[in-house]
């Protein structure tokens, strides 16, 4: 068995950043214990606030917020902190490296119906001497020094970026950490499998209607349809594509505030952007690159295509 620490060392990542990733890791476990208690725990409900985007709170997206936030404020190589649930950045040391953000609990309206849930984080240089300044977050995607999600469903798993590909973990009780299950991801060069939210098609731009449409209704494919698959929650739907190819696609639509989609850049597109591409696929919005979009605000929304590189041309292709 080869642990995650093992496996980070092997990969000669190096040891600040090491620490760091052990400090997300232990948050994940605490994260876990808490969602394996569900509705004992009393953490299924909704609260009264909202986020910064209007949406409401759920209990748990506090709680997780709360022990992420926790632990990498006892890890003095973290600079600075961006998280869905915070307004604005949480300083850190200011002697960190490392400017950290996460959405703590992705795919919150699964909570209430313990369906699956997830954390996804993107680890950046600190680039600025000033612990309080959002400069840290406003890079390119392709500047990230590791990234990776951590998915609790009826196993939790993780799955890890740093420079060296991209590889998979399970949480065992036994040891009390990841052990490596997936020692190097490649995505399948396609798969008729798309993960898609089709209640949205009226709200999309009509190549993107007639297009999905046509997947799914065999015309494209001539043949066999393309599956549909649809978790609601970005960490769940991206993980069968890691595993199965295929694509996940969550578009730009014509609704007012959903111009841009419903996805974050900074701790959604971009870290699942690394992810797929050091597995081999392509993550797309619209016709640029996800890791080439500079972050221009903590909060801001992308279009999303990402998958098995020959679906991503495909849809790139028939959308543009
Ligand atoms: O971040 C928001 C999120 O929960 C993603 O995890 C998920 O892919 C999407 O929203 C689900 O959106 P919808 O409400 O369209 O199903």
Redesign the pocket.
């Known amino acids: 068995m080869i642990t995650l620490s093992q496996q980070l060392q092997t990969d000669g990542v190096k040891p600040s950043l090491l620490e760091l990733i052990e400090h997300l890791i232990r948050a994940a476990a605490d994260i876990t214990k808490l969602v394996n208690r569900g509705e004992l725990e009393g953490i299924t409900g909704q609260t009264k606030q909202q986020n910064i985007q209007g949406e409401v709170q759920q209990t748990l997206d506090i709680e997780a917020n709360r022990l992420i936030k926790n632990r990498l404020l006892q890890c003095s190589h973290v600079k600075t902190l961006a998280s869905e649930e915070e307004d604005t950045v949480v300083p850190g040391f200011d002697k960190g490296e490392y400017a950290v953000a996460f ?1 703590p609990l ?4 699964n909570i209430a119906v313990n369906g699956q849930i997830g954390t996804i984080f993107s680890i950046l240089p600190a680039t600025s001497a000033d612990s309080t300044s959002e400069l840290h977050f406003k890079q390119a995607g392709h500047a990230q020094l590791a990234a990776g999600y951590v998915l609790y469903g009826p196993a939790t798993s993780l799955m890890l970026t740093t420079a060296n590909g991209t590889r998979g973990y399970t949480w065992c009780n036994k040891l009390n950490t990841f052990v490596r299950t997936f020692a190097e991801l490649k995505l399948p060069t396609q798969n008729q499998q798309v993960a898609i ?1 089709f209640a ?1 098609h009226s709200h999309w731009p009509k190549p993107i209607q007639s297009y999905l449409t046509r997947l799914l209704t065999c015309k494209e494919s001539g043949g066999e349809g393309y599956n549909m698959r ?1 978790n ?4 769940s ?1 991206v993980h069968r594509v890691m595993l199965q190819g295929g694509c996940f696609v ?1 578009p730009q639509e014509q609704r007012t505030g959903r111009e841009q989609g ?2 974050r850049l900074l701790y ?1 597109a971009a870290p699942m952007a690394m992810l797929i591409e050091n597995a081999g696929g392509l993550a797309y919005s619209g016709q640029q690159r996800i890791l080439d979009i500079e972050v221009a605000k903590l909060h801001q929304r992308v279009p999303v295509v990402l998958g098995s590189p020959d679906n991503v041309r495909g849809y790139l292709n028939q959308c543009n």
Request: charged share 30%; aromatic share 12%; proline share 0%.
């Open positions: 959405d992705d795919g919150s309206s939210n949205n649809w609601a929650a970005m960490v739907d969550y419903k996805l959604e």
